[in-house]
């Protein structure tokens, strides 16, 4: 991590670095690890985990400076075997006991989760949405509308003079109020399971229902789709419906956070990549896998978004790196 970075994201680094040890000791990935290399099938194995969820904690305990990885296959960083070796004046694992007993549900709940592969109910994760929203709410009023949205000038006509945008899996709205906002003209829902009422803007409708519910409400010149298709059970289906949704011109605007999947090139790139990879191992690969989904995750790159599209029909792509730390895709027939 340089010197330089700023406190915030490195307290972020050490609290999610804490809670990953602390689930890997309570599952048992963290004893497997020690015990010697393997790749994740192998570690797997070794602790009877699943192997979704180890390959995404091995991910989270190189990004976090445990583990050293080579053509796939992860060994404890000397720094790891010399704290949890028997000769360390502490016992770390009572440290690990500490971080375990203060943590919430959310993270409770991971080594059940990361034995039986099945994910965690989306109960658990209500406060987490709403967090990833605020998060994520700066960035979308810096880039969604003068960024994204910006290049495609024939769009913005459409949505200027009027007509129907949808925007899946919306959280809490924010996005979608800007969206609403920016294109008084048009008329704009949000879909999510845990979308509440709004009424800071007039053209606005936001619907407490799953992604699949699209196909009841029309067609659209713009369908969105922010930072969330990595947590659906089947991103590809939702594709195809929001790709059925559009409007013979129509746009899909998908943003997800832009990673290789390479967990050297992607740590090399972002010191911070700690924080994605636990985000998914806390939240995101939960949501996807208790939703029946196979753990995609962005740690593992962003290939899935464009098979998914090319899949559902949609040809003419742009593709590009926003500076928001989101790879955006812009696809129409
Ligand atoms: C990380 S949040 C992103 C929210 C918002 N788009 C943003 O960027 O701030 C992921 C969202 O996916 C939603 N979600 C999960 N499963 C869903 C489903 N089957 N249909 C629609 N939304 C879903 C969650 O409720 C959550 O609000």
Redesign the pocket.
Same mark, same amino acid.
């Given at each position: 991590m340089p010197e330089a970075a700023p406190l915030l994201l490195q307290h972020l680094n050490g609290m999610y670095a804490m809670q990953v040890l602390a689930v890997g000791d309570r599952s048992g990935a963290l004893a497997a690890l020690l015990d010697g290399p393997g790749d994740a099938v192998a570690i797997a194995a070794r602790a009877g985990l699943d192997e979704r969820n180890v390959e995404q904690w091995l991910r989270c305990m190189h990004a976090a400076g445990y583990a050293i990885h080579d053509a796939g296959v992860f060994r404890a960083a000397p720094e790891a075997t010399a704290t949890f070796d028997d000769d360390f004046p502490i016992d770390a694992r009572g440290i690990l006991d500490f971080v375990f007993a203060i943590a919430g549900e959310g993270v409770r709940r991971i080594p059940e989760a990361m034995r039986t592969g099945a994910g965690v109910e989306?109960r658990v994760?209500a406060e987490l !949405?709403a967090a #990833? &929203?605020r998060i994520? &709410?700066r960035l979308?009023a810096a880039a969604l509308v003068n960024e994204w949205i910006a290049r495609d000038s024939a769009l913005v006509e459409r949505l200027e003079a009027g007509a129907g945008i949808a925007?899946? $899996? %919306? !959280?809490d709205g924010? $996005?979608t109020v800007r969206l609403a906002r920016a294109f008084p003209r048009s008329t704009v829902i949000g879909? +999510?399971? &845990?979308a509440r009422p709004r009424t800071d803007a007039p053209n606005l409708t936001l619907i407490a229902e799953? #992604?699949e519910h699209l196909g009841a409400q029309g067609a659209f010149a713009l369908v969105t789709c @922010?930072? #969330?298709l990595h947590? @659906? !059970?089947d991103p590809a289906a939702v594709v195809r419906q929001m790709a059925d949704a559009l409007e013979g011109d129509g746009v899909l605007l998908i943003a997800e956070t832009s990673m290789t999947g390479d967990v050297d090139r992607d740590l090399a790139a972002d010191p911070f990549v700690l924080s994605t990879h636990a985000a998914g191992l806390f939240y %995101?690969m939960q +949501?996807n896998l208790a $939703?029946g989904g196979d753990g995609t995750t962005t740690s593992r790159g962003l290939d899935w978004v464009t098979t998914a599209l090319s899949e559902a029909g949609l040809g003419t792509v742009d593709v590009f790196d926003s500076d928001t730390g989101f790879r955006v895709f812009l696809a129409r027939r």
């Open positions: 989306p994760f !949405g #990833a &929203s994520n &709410s979308y925007d899946i $899996a %919306c !959280g924010d $996005a879909i +999510d399971p &845990s799953t #992604a @922010l930072d #969330a947590h @659906l !059970g %995101c +949501d $939703a």
